[in-house]
Nanobody, 128 residues
Framework: QVQLVESGGGLVQAGGSLRLSCTAS????????MAWYRQAPGKERESVAT????????FYAESVKDRFTISRDNAKNTLYLQMNSLKPEDAAVYYC?????????????????????WGKGTLVTVSS
């Protein structure tokens, strides 16, 4: 069973950038479609971006498209989320997640309920 640990969160001013990382252990990252989700206080967890096993396909929520980039380095067992032009509404706990059964497209389109593996999250705070 894969374990996921996020890092890279912190406080940033609006317009700034952060790069989140998610390191996997106990499994081979290339076997998993990977995703980033986020949850703001008082809101439901939502999908941010998803990436296929070989990194060739990516999917983004409309709210982050053209600002965020999801990528992966399977040799390092690490998933990334580059976040640029951050807005106060991007503030949330960011979670990485892994799914060995479905494609990245299905993970993105079918919602988060059936995603089996989750990290504990990293907090991103954006000051205005």
């Amino acid at each position: 069973q894969v374990q996921l640990v996020e890092s890279g969160g912190g406080l940033v001013q609006a317009g700034g950038s952060l790069r989140l990382s998610c390191t996997a252990s106990g499994g081979t990252l290339s076997n998993y479609a990977m995703a980033w989700y986020r949850q703001a206080p008082g809101k439901e967890r939502e999908s941010v971006a998803t990436i296929s096993r070989n990194g060739g396909m990516t999917f983004y929520a409309e709210s982050v498209k053209d600002r965020f980039t999801i990528s992966r380095d399977n040799a390092k067992n690490t998933l990334y989320l580059q976040m640029n032009s951050l807005k106060p509404e991007d503030a949330a706990v960011y979670y990485c997640a892994a799914d060995s059964r479905r494609s990245a497209f299905l993970v993105f389109s079918q919602g988060l309920d059936d995603v089996p593996y989750w990290g504990k999250g990293t907090l991103v705070t954006v000051s205005s």
